[in-house]
């Protein structure tokens, strides 16, 4: 099996769930915070680092994970 050449994770917002990695921009419903602000997703169900290091899958998330992101617009 081919190593992984991102990090990725998958987050649940309000329900939905999202895959993720650096540097990606996602449109998600209006969330709290105004353009500039970051925003913390605690929920991360998946944690897949790049290369051969293991996934991290949570049970329910994953423990210490998080995903940051910035408010680019509302």
């Given amino acids: ?25 996602l449109l998600l419903p209006r969330v709290d915070g105004t353009p500039g602000s970051a925003i913390r997703f605690e929920k991360v169900l998946l944690y897949a680092p790049a290369g051969d290091k293991p996934v991290r899958v949570g049970a329910p998330t994953v423990a210490g994970a998080r995903v940051t992101a910035e408010v680019v617009d509302q």
Wanted: glycine letters at 8%; aromatic letters at 8%.
């Fill in 1 to 25: 099996m081919a190593a992984r050449t991102r990090t990725y994770a998958i987050f649940d917002d309000r329900g939905q769930k999202h895959r993720v990695s650096s540097g990606a921009r």
